[in-house]
C-alpha cells in the first residue's frame, strides 16, 4: 500500500485549510477545491521525489515564502509548502524558450500532485509557480478549471476582466480556457495552483 510522505500530508492540510477559510461557498473556487481534494483524499498516486536541478528562477523562492509568511491566513501553508519543496521537481513551462530569455529564465514551475508531481496520479494536479520580479507569466489556456492560492503579491489577468491585484492569502479562478496569465512587481510572485482533470 502507498502512503504518502508526511510532508506533503502536512501540506495537504494546510492548503485544504486555506481554501476552506477562503473560498465560499457556492462559488466555482470552492466547487474546484472540493473536487480536487476529495479525489486526493480518496487516493494516492506514486510517490516519485524530485532528482532535477531546478532553473534560474527558483534563487527568488526564499523571498516569496518570507513574503507569504507574513500573511496570517496562509503562513502556515507556507511553511508546510518550505518543508516539502526539497522533494518537488522545479522546472520550467514546456516550450517556454521560445517566449524569449527574460521569461525562460524568470519562471518555475513544479508539480505536487499530477502526471509529473511527487504523488503522480492523472485525475488532478496541484503544484506551484514561481515568477522572478518584473517578468510576465505569458498568457495561457487548458480545458481544466483552475484556483490559484495567491503566496505573495502580483498581478493576475484574465482575458474578461483584464488585470487585477488579488493580494496575498486571496484565491483567483479561471473558467476552463479562458485566457489568463500573471506577472511580478518589485517581488516575486509564488502562486499554488489546482486543476480539475477527472
Request: net charge negative; no cysteine.
Amino acid at each position: 500500500m502507498v502512503t504518502r510522505p508526511e510532508a506533503l500530508v502536512r501540506f495537504l492540510d494546510a492548503a485544504r485549510d486555506v481554501l476552506s477559510a477562503r473560498a465560499e461557498e457556492g462559488t466555482p473556487s470552492a466547487a474546484v477545491a472540493a473536487r480536487v481534494l476529495d479525489a486526493i483524499g480518496n487516493s494516492v498516486g506514486t510517490i516519485a521525489p524530485g532528482t532535477l536541478d531546478p532553473p534560474p528562477a527558483y534563487r527568488h523562492l526564499a523571498s516569496a515564502l518570507e513574503h507569504a509568511r507574513a500573511t496570517t491566513e496562509i503562513a502556515s501553508l507556507a511553511d508546510a509548502f518550505q518543508e516539502l519543496e526539497p522533494e518537488l521537481r522545479w522546472r520550467r513551462r514546456a516550450g517556454s524558450e521560445t517566449a524569449g530569455a527574460v521569461f525562460h529564465d524568470g519562471h518555475a514551475n513544479a508539480e505536487i500532485v499530477g502526471p509529473a508531481g511527487l504523488e503522480q496520479r492523472g485525475d488532478v494536479w496541484f503544484g506551484a509557480s514561481l515568477v522572478a520580479p518584473h517578468v510576465r507569466y505569458i498568457d495561457h489556456r487548458h480545458p481544466p478549471e483552475e484556483v490559484y492560492i495567491v503566496m505573495s503579491d502580483g498581478e493576475w489577468y484574465r482575458e474578461d476582466r483584464g488585470w487585477h491585484r488579488p493580494g496575498a492569502g486571496n484565491l483567483v479562478h479561471n473558467p476552463p480556457n479562458i485566457v489568463h496569465a500573471m506577472r511580478a512587481g518589485s517581488g516575486a510572485l509564488l502562486a499554488l495552483w489546482l486543476l480539475w482533470a477527472g
